[in-house]
């Protein structure tokens, strides 16, 4: 079976002569719950990448920019020698990659790019080849081999009974909101080119939904020189590698005012405010064993208190994975009218989790007219809708006015290494016509992901934007 799909790709030979390989994919995304809405029709982003990889001589030249939800990105990787750079040319910046994901072990995920590397790696690994049986795909009958490639994680091939071309790869992992779930990259429209088949088409879908449309373009065995993987980037600033790990910490921003970092998850922070009788946790990111670490620090914090309600900035999967805790704890959730079905679904999933034990449906308030004020003689707590946001149609702020602290998701970062701002996002650069707009003498922006920031710094960082 898998010498029929070596065959129909040129064979075992051409497949092992194949040294460099440059693929160029270019499209549109649909990252799976990271939308603009949390329901269809989406809103696509752009993305533009060329990878030139030499396997031979573990050489790597990567392109990526990538448009939509907000951001703009635009970075190019090299890796020569085991020694790697990261290019940011936005913000015209250079990072260091760390040794290890400078190493050969970084190049496998690349075999997954292309079925003919694929296919060469599923040769060499005949250890792990088990053939998993038929099964039918787009309505043909395909055989389906699995293997485990050398950066350990198995894939399963459906050749085509027909051409015995592949027609997909699929990857298993665990969906933090509905369980277990196949990623499928999907190859079609085959040409030929040279010895080769190669795919014009290339799509990646994720729990049945498509993540990623793109037309690819690949070459194989191009003519490359030292300079092809080369970055030319005068006049940029070198800056200090990102750190692995971000230490978990919980930040006093005031009496009964609290962020907990890196407790939810790594870069993942929530924050607590302690009402009278009451507390009010806003955002629940990572998954539910993360929030439930993070609930223990806010028992710690109040003790006695119950965690009344939970509250979130927006509908995205590393926003809300851990809401299912807080809805175990008997909190209830505060959001947006559209943002109700995505809660309630994934309160509804299978998983083996508090909620899951203890099954329970969630309980809402809802923002009228765009906000939800908590108010008692200790405390008042605004939310505030200040969508459309380009990262989210409704997008939620959490204002203290007394603390003047504002807490964002995914609108404003204090990089985590001595990178300069750069020039605004457009999600940030909303969010400053919104503060302005709204007048609210804000002196600090609490984050979801990374550190507290002062008024100054963001007007420093969008001071370019209007
Ligand atoms: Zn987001």
Redesign the pocket.
Known sequence: MLDRAVAANGGAEALRAVDVVRLRLTGETYPRL?MTTPAPPFEGGKFEEILLVDLENNRLRLEQKAGG?GFDADNTVAIVDGEGSAYDNRAKTVTPIPAEQATQQQFIQYHRRLPNLLLRQALDRTNSLRYLGEDQFEGRRHEVVSFVMPDTQQVALYIDSNTGLISKYELIFVDSLTGEEASEIIFGDYQKVGNYQVPRRWQNRVAGEVNADYVAQAEINPAITDDSFRVAAAGYMQVKPVPTTLEEKVEKLAESVYVIHNVAGQNQNTLAVGFADYVVAVEAPGSSDGADAVIRRIKELFPGKPIRYGAMT?H?G??IGGMRSFIAEGATVITTDANRPVIESMAGAKQNDRLGRDPRKPGFLLLENGKRVLQDGTCRLELIDIGPNP??REMVIAWLPAEKVVFQ??LFFVPNNDAPFGSPQPSTASFARKLKELGLPVERIAVVHGDTATIEQFKGATATAD
């Open positions: 990271q939800f927006h995205h590393d926003h990262h989210a998701g995914d």
